[in-house]
């Protein structure tokens, strides 16, 4: 019984103490993109604080919920009107063609659905998303990756399995030793 009461409290100061030094990105943080890109190979959206000179088209948005599209291969502009982007992301769900993107508010819970192996969303944060598996799909390692512009892409499977992870990549370019520094800092607080 001594052996059992000594590993809770273990396991418990271990979990504490692992989750204080934890350091969740602002969501005031998130980039308001004027442009996406999405490769060619269909690898995640890439967001960009300028608009594109080699979009192809332009997507306005006017309101909370409104939807939009970018297919492979494809540079899109984004029009926020007649409202301040400030307090909103856009939120990608993956397709055969491209991506879906939703406008949805940061602080907005969310429900995915995963269909499919190498099924990917890009969303504000991990705390606020509800994980849901279609009946007929197998569990598989699901895949969480911070994004540059401050929101996240999760997956279901691995690049073991096929999957692209353009996301990861982006995030190893962007590991300079300045912002190895920042993050050590940020876990030693």
Not at 105 to 119: A, G, V, Y
């Amino acid at each position: 019984m001594k052996l059992l009461f000594t590993f809770i409290i273990t396991i418990s100061v271990l979990f504490l103490s692992s989750c204080s030094s934890t350091k969740f990105v602002e969501l005031e943080d998130v980039l308001h993109p004027a442009s996406m890109t999405l490769p060619a190979d269909g690898s995640t959206p890439i967001a960009h604080e300028t608009p594109s000179p080699d979009a192809l088209r332009t997507v306005t948005f006017r309101e909370i919920g409104e939807k939009g599209s970018i297919k492979k291969g494809e540079s899109v502009n984004f029009v926020y009107q007649r409202m301040d982007p400030k307090g909103t992301y856009l939120m990608c769900s993956s397709n055969d063609e491209g991506y879906d993107i939703t406008l949805m508010k940061l602080d907005q819970p969310l429900d995915i659905t995963f269909t499919r192996l190498c099924q990917s969303y890009i969303v504000a944060t991990p705390q606020l998303t509800t994980i849901n598996l279609a009946k007929d799909v197998r569990f598989e390692q699901i895949i969480w990756t911070p994004r540059p512009e401050g929101t996240w892409e999760v997956r279901l499977g691995n690049t073991d399995r096929g999957c692209k992870a353009g996301s990861n990549e982006r995030l190893e370019n962007q590991r300079t030793d300045e912002y190895n520094n920042k993050l050590m800092e940020t876990k030693m607080k």
